[in-house]
């Protein structure tokens, strides 16, 4: 069984008790873009940027299946707007995608002015995670009726 959830969908795609966790495991974590994480542009890293994507969408896949995961694949990252220093970064984390040992994580940041009420989409991405047990060997990500 493998259920996934693309920008067309909604969570309704999805059975009411996982719409339900998925709702609930989502991941918000906001960042101030000081100098120590900018580049020679004055831009945000985008290793840093890739790192703090992983880790969001991480907590979030915690969250939705409460299993040791671990990271498998980050597909394609697009970095539309760069992220100046002095800024703010919001950085949304959400399952769109369950499979039976896997499950796929969408992360957004969004670039906020610290000053104004101005705000921008900047870097999408999708991870991919895998849940395993104690023996590090794949298992089942969500119980299947």
Not at 6 to 14: K, L, M
Not at 58 to 79: P, Y
Request: with cysteine; glycine share 4%.
């Amino acid at each position: 069984m493998s259920l996934a959830l693309n920008p067309a969908q909604s969570e309704t795609q999805f059975p009411k008790d996982m719409a339900a966790r998925i709702a609930q495991s989502e991941a918000r974590v906001i960042k101030a873009i000081f100098p120590s994480n900018t580049n020679h542009h004055n831009t945000l890293f985008g290793g840093d940027a890739l790192a703090w994507m992983d880790e969001s969408a991480f907590i979030a896949a915690t969250r939705f299946c409460r299993k040791s995961l671990v990271t498998v694949s980050s597909d394609r990252i697009d970095f539309k707007k760069a992220i100046p220093a002095g800024s703010l970064a919001e950085l949304i984390a959400k399952v769109i995608h369950v499979g039976n040992t896997s499950l796929k994580v969408e992360v957004n940041i969004y670039v906020e002015d610290m000053y104004k009420d101005h705000r921008e989409h900047a870097i999408r991405g999708v991870f991919t995670f895998v849940a395993v047990d104690a023996d590090r060997q794949p298992t089942q990500v969500w119980p299947h009726g």
